[in-house]
């Protein structure tokens, strides 16, 4: 049996590739002689970079940057040298996972 596992990420647990391996075990412990593939997954927000980079054959680069609180956060983009692009993703610098429950107010908040 052949199977393909493309899932998006779990907001704020795992990433797409993340999840998609946890699926792989859950499977091989039912089907052992299954045959995976993993393909990371995004629909345009958090782990876009991620899924679109290594997706194509790219690479990952960590920048810091200023995060949504002030505070210098590393942020990840992506890099496809073959066409000279960059995989940018807003969420990385100042996506709501990197501000705290108690922190959630916009008037207190940045995307510069």
Request: net charge negative.
């Amino acid at each position: 049996m052949k199977v393909v596992v493309a899932i998006d990420s779990l907001k704020g647990s795992l990433s797409s590739l993340e999840a998609g391996d946890a699926i792989k075990n859950g499977i091989l412990k039912a089907i052992p002689d299954a045959e995976i593939l993993v393909r990371p997954l995004a629909d345009g927000g958090e782990g876009t970079v991620e899924a679109l980079a290594l997706g194509m054959g790219g690479k990952l680069e960590t920048v810091e940057v200023t995060g949504p609180l002030g505070k210098r956060v590393n942020c990840v983009y992506g890099v496809l040298e073959e066409t000279k692009t960059a995989i940018v993703e807003m969420s990385g610098a100042a996506g709501i996972t990197l501000v705290p429950d108690a922190d959630r107010n916009p008037l207190h908040t940045t995307t510069y």
